[in-house]
């Protein structure tokens, strides 16, 4: 935005220069949940890697300066999650995630930085 002010008496008015102004960048808005993609490894011929490729939000309200992807192991059959660590670092939208074990569930969640100021996705974890 562009501001400047205008004072006026009976005697006539007087305008200051023109000043910008920015406003803050607000969250993100309509971050589509990350696709999953289960491939084989070369070597073994294991099922034991992801492909996450995701979209950018619809609406960015701002520069998102890079992705981070959590990933945490989760027990099928009880309520207990493994600790949630960070696989992915960077801008692109895509990432491998390999030599994962057989038979184990793995939860992923995104998330992205705009300045220094870290917006959980909108989407939830997922298996």
Same mark, same amino acid.
């Given at each position: 935005?562009?501001?400047?002010?205008?004072?006026c008496t009976v005697l006539g008015c007087s305008?200051?220069?023109?000043s910008s102004?920015?406003?803050l960048?607000?969250?993100p808005a309509g971050q589509p949940a990350p696709l999953l993609d289960l491939t084989s490894d070369p070597p073994t011929g294991l099922r034991t890697s992801f492909l996450l490729t995701w979209s950018p939000p619809a609406q960015?309200?701002?520069?998102?300066l890079h992705y981070e992807v959590y990933r945490r192991q989760s027990a099928l059959?009880?309520?207990? /999650?493994? *600790? !949630? %660590?960070?696989?992915?670092?960077?801008?692109?939208t895509s990432f491998k995630d390999g030599g994962l074990q057989p038979y184990t569930a793995y939860q992923y969640q995104s998330l992205y930085w705009k300045d220094?100021? /870290?917006? *959980? !996705? %909108?989407?939830p974890w997922r298996i």
């Open positions: 935005y562009e501001v400047r002010v205008e004072a305008s200051s220069d023109w102004v920015l406003t960048e607000a969250p960015s309200n701002g520069r998102i059959d009880t309520d207990k /999650m493994g *600790t !949630a %660590t960070v696989v992915y670092k960077n801008i692109s220094l100021l /870290m917006v *959980t !996705a %909108t989407c």
